[in-house]
């Protein structure tokens, strides 16, 4: 129990005197011994390291799991070292909900055989994301994790120590600087004219006493010294440890981009493969449903004509068929056209839109034209009118005013 309060009480005295060293530097009174360039430079570079990869670190946390309650529930887990459960992603429940739909409306009818394809396919989707999760959270999030957790909390560790390894040896410094200038005021010659022997006498066993308080204090400061020196060896092994960390998180950000990728590919095949599938499956209902436009790599110029009736929106719609166009052309000259007498009616453009050939009329968006139509056209065409422009435009692009 001595031993311990022994220890207590020197453990409190070296942390008082580190307090007012570490003080008296931050209000500029006492000398600070300054770390060389080199471990200045591993310090600054670890410190950039660890916050840029924990910021990385709970960002890719949030983009693999947005839900905030979620990974509150997985970082309690993995706390209590016990497995994560399975989650069934949002793709998932999707799919099992259309496909339980599906059952209600009847299986046999076009919206529910589409019901079950989709969800069939959501449920892929939402397979794929699994395992994209999966694989990201062993390969990327775990190495970063492990350096948090890990290696750094070591690395703060020896840094912590060399910071009271420096306090300690400015102290040194400090005390002995003390003594040495006690040391030589007390060797000082005394003035025999005021001064009685006997305080001559007092004045040399002073000048002993603070000659030997100059050794100890130089030997407290050797040891402090190397003590120093090899704490700060200890610290410049392990900050020099930062650049095969890089080599190591370079290696899993190139995992990482490599699952991404291979999860986006599948998912783009799953697509296109759903694509194929409902527009075999619904060619009849909904024609050109899903036609590609090679010309565009894909794009096609609009929404397709089950958008339009699914998804209303600001979005501008397809150029609607014109099977008889040919025909039209051949029977129709747009010069030849007069407009009726009556039956004339004003129209906004709703979109822009640009002719395809010469017998329609280029629109832009919010303009207001004259339009009509005459016997033997198509219903979803009228023939529009600016100025002196004439030429067949599209009903769906338009909103009748009068």
């Excluded at 305080?199 to 407290?220: G, I, R, T």
């Excluded at 909904?286 to 339009?308: D, R």
């Amino acid at each position: 129990m001595d031993f311990n309060v022994k220890k207590l009480a020197s453990d409190a005295g070296v942390f008082f005197t580190r307090a007012v060293q570490y003080t008296e530097e931050k209000l500029g009174q006492a000398e600070k011994t300054e770390l060389d360039a080199h471990l200045e430079n591993l310090i600054a570079r670890a410190d950039c390291t660890k916050n840029w990869t924990e910021k990385i670190f709970r960002q890719t946390e949030v983009l693999l799991q947005p839900n905030p309650s979620a990974r509150i529930e997985e970082f309690f887990y993995e706390k209590l070292d016990r497995k994560i459960p399975s989650r069934t992603t949002n793709a998932e429940l999707l799919g099992q909900y259309m496909q339980d739909a599906a059952k209600e409306f009847g299986p046999g009818t076009p919206y529910g055989s589409t019901l079950i394809t989709v969800g069939e396919f959501q449920k892929r989707l939402g397979g794929a994301e699994r395992e994209f999760l999966h694989t990201s959270a062993i390969n990327f999030l775990t190495p970063l994790r492990n350096f948090l957790e890990g290696d750094w909390k070591t690395i703060s560790k020896e840094r912590r120590l060399l910071e009271n390894r420096r306090l300690d040896l400015d102290v040194c410094k400090a005390r002995l600087k003390k003594a040495k200038s006690a040391e030589a005021k007390a060797a000082a010659a005394p003035d025999f004219q005021e001064t009685r022997p006997r305080n001559y006498v007092l004045s040399a066993s002073a000048s002993a006493l603070w000659s030997e308080e100059v050794d100890k204090a130089e030997h407290e400061l050797r040891v402090a010294q190397t003590e120093f020196d090899r704490q700060a060896e200890v610290t410049r092994l392990l900050l020099e440890g930062i650049s095969s960390t890089h080599v190591n998180h370079l290696r899993c950000l190139h995992e990482f981009v490599e699952a991404q990728a291979a999860y986006y590919i599948q998912c783009h095949k799953h697509m296109q493969d759903l694509q194929k599938e409902l527009s075999s499956a619904n060619g009849d209902t909904f024609p050109n449903a899903f036609a590609v436009n090679a010309s565009t790599s894909g794009v096609s110029t609009g929404p397709s004509p089950l958008s339009i009736a699914t998804l209303p929106g600001p979005s501008s719609p397809s150029r609607p068929p014109n099977p008889s166009n040919a025909l039209e052309s051949s029977t129709l000259k747009i010069e030849e056209v007069k407009p009726p007498a009556t039956g004339t009616r004003k129209a906004k453009v709703l979109y822009d839109y640009d002719a395809a050939d010469t017998s329609e009329l280029s629109l832009l968006s919010d303009e207001l034209i004259t339009v009509y139509t005459v016997p033997g056209m198509d219903p979803d065409w009228l023939i529009g009118e600016r100025g002196n422009q004439k030429g067949k435009v599209p009903v769906t692009y338009l909103e009748l005013l009068s």
